[in-house]
Structures are given as C-alpha cells and as structure tokens.
C-alpha cells in the first residue's frame, strides 16, 4: 500500500503505472507499484540499496527486456498507451522515453556522431543541415556545446566525465524524447560537475518529464518536485518532495529521511 500525501496535486500524467510487479526469475523484486509521472516535473525514486529503484526505473522504458529473467506483470502507458503492446515499437519507445545512466556511456564515436546517431536511425531529419542544427541545439539544450563546438570531430570519450554525461543527456535529447528517465546520473561525478547536470535537470523539465533514481536525498530535495519512496520493492510513500522531507507520513520514510537506515 502506497500512502499518497493528501496535498498531492492531480496533474494529467505522461506516464502511469498500474500494478505493476517486476520479477527476475522466482525473485519478485518490484510489488504492485502504481504511480502517475507528470510531464515538465521532476521526480525523484529514493530508498534504500536493493529496494527496486533501478528495476522499477527499468520497466518505464522497457529496458528489463535486455536481461532475460526479468518478466514485467501490470499496465504501464505512456500518454495512455500501453508500452508492453505487442504493437509498441520498443526502439521507438526508448527515444521517447530516454535513459541516461549511472556511469557516462558515450559511443566509442565522434561527439558529433554520438548525438547524430539516434536522429540518423530514426530518420527525424532530411537535410545535412538538419543534422547539423540537431547536433548544435543538442548540446545546447544540455549546456555543454561551447565547450566541444571547436572539437565536433574528437572522440566523445575524450571529454570529461561530467561531460560526458552532459554529452549522453544530448544524445537523448537529440531524438526529441518525452520522458527522460536517469539513474543515478552524478554518483560517478564531482561535486563541480554534479552541480552543472542538477541545473541542467531543471531546465530540461520545463520540456520533459524527468524521473530521476538518486541515493542523494539532498540531491532529491534539491532537484525534484516530487519524491516516491521505496523499500523491499514498494512504494511506501509518494508527495510532494517538500512535504516527503518535512513530513513524512510513515514510520520506514521518517527513518530513511532521518538516516536511520539506508
Ligand atoms: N539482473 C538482475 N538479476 C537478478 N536480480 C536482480 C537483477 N537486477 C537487480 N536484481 C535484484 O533486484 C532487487 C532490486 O534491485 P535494484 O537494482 O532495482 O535496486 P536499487 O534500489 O536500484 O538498488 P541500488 O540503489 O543499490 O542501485 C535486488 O534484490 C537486486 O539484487
């Protein structure tokens, strides 16, 4: 049973979930979570190592496909849309749906072909032109393209890690996604360049819904306007992060956001 903060205030979502369980093998590790994620706000999955965080974050783009154990029950639609349709097409889920991960995963390609590929395989541009000012208002929009516009042609590897995380965000960006989905995007950062992607996420959640997986609660506070709580594969509790932090409802948040456990 989730306990939803009374104040909550009812937004059309872009994403809902509806009882959904996600098991790996014999092992359920997601059970019965529903939640709605509204466009053009942040929210944050916090909870304790092993609560189902990731595998739960997972499931919104279809990405437990990859591992073959891994068996999905329950609705979850984008814009009313059920994902797990047999007539979704998953690769066209995954660029309106984006991912960001834990560790920078540039391709082992160009900056330039890093944000160009996704535009290129789903053929969202017709000129060379295109292509060009999709790269450039790419890395814009992800704050990094004064920095690389000199040296397009350098390996995306090249950069930094904070860039390199801010050059991952472009080419999610560059297939014009909807929802944008992070796992522990900083954990592999410095403070100076986590600093950079938490501004970052609030620009880009006046245009995306962002769903953002941090084992940072000052980052949660800091970043998103809503906070779900998860333990043992639940979503204990869901508001709005202001009220998550400053009044918790139940006993297992009062003693995650305390530091009690976690
Ligand atoms: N590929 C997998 N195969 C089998 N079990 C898995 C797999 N991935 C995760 N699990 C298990 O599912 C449960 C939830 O893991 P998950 O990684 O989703 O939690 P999390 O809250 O994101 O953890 P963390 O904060 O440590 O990243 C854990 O018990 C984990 O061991």
Redesign the pocket.
């Known amino acids: 049973m989730t306990v939803i903060h009374p104040n909550l205030e009812a937004v059309d979502p872009k994403m809902s979930a509806e009882g959904v369980s996600v098991y790996?093998?014999d092992?359920q590790?997601i059970k019965d979570v529903s939640i709605a994620i509204p466009a053009k706000y942040v929210t944050a999955f916090i909870?304790?190592?092993?609560?189902?965080?990731?595998?739960?974050?997972?499931a919104l783009n279809r990405m437990n496909d990859t591992?073959p154990?891994?068996r999905v029950e329950g609705q979850i639609e984008l814009d009313g849309e059920d994902i797990y349709s047999n007539k979704m097409d998953v690769v066209q889920l995954r660029a309106r749906v984006g991912m960001v991960f834990q560790k920078p995963n540039p391709f082992p390609k160009s900056i330039y072909d890093n944000i160009a590929y996704g535009p290129r395989i789903h053929g969202i541009f017709e000129q060379k032109g295109d292509l060009d000012g999709i790269v450039e208002s790419s890395l814009r929009r992800a704050g990094l393209w004064d920095e690389v516009k000199d040296r397009l042609n350098d390996p995306g590897t090249a950069l930094s890690g904070g860039q390199q995380q801010r050059l991952c965000i472009a080419r999610a960006i560059a297939v014009d996604p909807e929802v944008i989905l992070m796992?522990?995007p900083c954990s592999a950062l410095d403070p100076i360049a986590t600093a950079k992607i938490e501004e970052l996420i609030a620009e880009l959640s006046s245009r995306y819904a962002i769903v953002i997986?941090t084992?940072s609660m000052q980052q949660a506070a800091r970043v998103s306007d809503r906070t779900a709580f998860?333990h043992l594969?639940e979503i204990v509790e869901y508001g709005r992060t202001s009220d998550i932090f400053t009044n918790p409802i139940e006993q297992r948040t009062k003693d995650y956001i305390t530091g009690r456990y976690g």
């Open positions: 790996y093998g092992k590790a909870g304790p190592s092993g609560c189902g965080k990731s595998t739960f974050l997972r591992i154990s891994a796992d522990e997986v084992h998860f594969g």
